[in-house]
């Protein structure tokens, strides 16, 4: 379960659920038009967008640094450092 410890957030595997876009059983973020809870492949129909929807999430927290805890995952351990404008280096 992907959670927020102070500024830091961690991504990890979800329970499956109903895409709210395609409907499929998949793993879902919240990074879809609106807020809405979307599967990987329909984050990847636009790409610039969900990662937008995904900077403003941690925005809005106050995520600082973001870590990728997603076993297998091609970004696996990897760091996303935020700096104040909402940019990532
Ligand atoms: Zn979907």
């Known amino acids: 379960m992907s959670r927020v410890e102070g500024s830091v957030f961690i991504t990890e595997p979800e329970a499956p659920a109903r895409c709210e876009d395609c409907g499929k059983l998949a ?3 919240p990074y ?10 329909c984050g990847e129909k636009d790409p ?3 990662e937008r929807r995904y900077r403003a999430w941690c925005r809005e927290r106050g995520v600082t640094h973001a870590v990728n805890a997603l076993p297998g995952h091609p970004e696996e351990g990897e760091v996303r450092v935020f700096d104040p404008g ?3 280096s």
């Not at 038009?33 to 492949?41: A, D, K, M, N, S």
């Open 27 to 29: 793993e879902l973020r």
């Open 32 to 41: 879809g038009p609106g807020g809405t809870r979307i599967c990987f492949e």
């Open 48 to 50: 610039e967008g969900t």
């Open 86 to 88: 909402g940019e990532t």
